[in-house]
């Protein structure tokens, strides 16, 4: 990615959207960006918004429909489970008026789409649900929802920050109208992501001002994050490397039983989940006195620490996942190259660490 943005920090810096020929390289780069991240989707390059992150683009997803000039409606449906990027919008929309259902998961995470179906009402304007959960990995039945979306003429959304480059995300197999990527989530840099809207679909700017992005998001486009988010789709194209990503994720769950048995927990679905994810509780211990011994090694807890007490992450609430096993959960994430001896590595460590 770096090589691909490296002309656009030293020569091509122009404004993409002025019409002097300093302008004419930045534009040819946004362009051919904007067609990569399109062909990711199987979308059509007018169909794609670049914002600032996922973060913006679930704004513009949410608000952008809220506000719309043709809105009619003033209900969303989404899951329990969702980002804070979604249901912090949910909240606000709430606080003008709007209402928001807010749908079950299962104990793996999973959302039933008849209980999505149940959910709809003559009131309702938008349907959004995540295709891949940020925390556990696990992978919402969106085709399925996306088709009972079509048939009460409702508008999908889907946050695929996890997912993109991961799995399929052909946004007509999904059967989606609105679809949010984040570049950092698929090897881009942080500061980018993009927002599918199918052609026909408005939305009222989060951001007003001059008419960028087809007048959908103002402000001038940065032809140099656009270029590395352009990159990293060309890269994620091919999905091949994630089958031995998966193996190795699934090298690490193996271990993790044999060595502990019962007092390991999989947290999420067992076979609808990212390939790159695994989300495995300690059962007993906290997973955040776990990871501070385990300080070479970038992987996360979802229990939150405030003022000195230990909270259970939302997401395992939303599970019903009981608080002794929720408490000790870390969620490890693979990249696109891992090696088979880090993975051992840490599976070394954590037989040492984590002893039970």
Known sequence: MAEAMRPFLDAAFGNPSSGHWASAPAKAGLDRARSQVAALLGASPDEIVFTSGGSEANNLAIKGTFFAPNRRAAHIITSAVEHPA?????RF??????SVA???VDGTGRVDPEDVRRAITPQAALISIMHANNEVGTIQP????GAIARQHG???????????GKI???????????LTMAGHKLCAPKGVGALYLRRGIEVEPVIHGAGHEFGRRAGTESALLAVGLGGACAMAADLAPLSRIQTLRDRLWQALQDRFGEGAALNGHPTHLLPNTLNVSFVGRIGAD?????????ASTGSACHSGQIELSPVLAAMRVPERTGMGAIRFSLGRRPAVDEIDQVIARLATIAAV
Do not use: K, M, N, Y
């Not at 969106?142 to 929802?145: D, T």
């Not at 399929?168 to 609105?178: A, F, K, S």
């Open 93 to 98: 929309l709430e606080r003008l008026g709007g």
């Open 168 to 178: 399929p995300t052909q946004v007509d197999e999904l059967g989606v109208d609105v």
């Open 102 to 104: 807010h749908i079950r």
């Open 154 to 164: 409702i508008r999908f959304h889907t946050d695929a920050a996890q997912s993109v």
């Open 290 to 298: 776990i990871l501070a011994q385990l300080r070479d090694v970038a």
């Open 86 to 90: 979604i249901l912090a919008p949910c």
């Open 142 to 145: 969106i085709a399925e929802i």
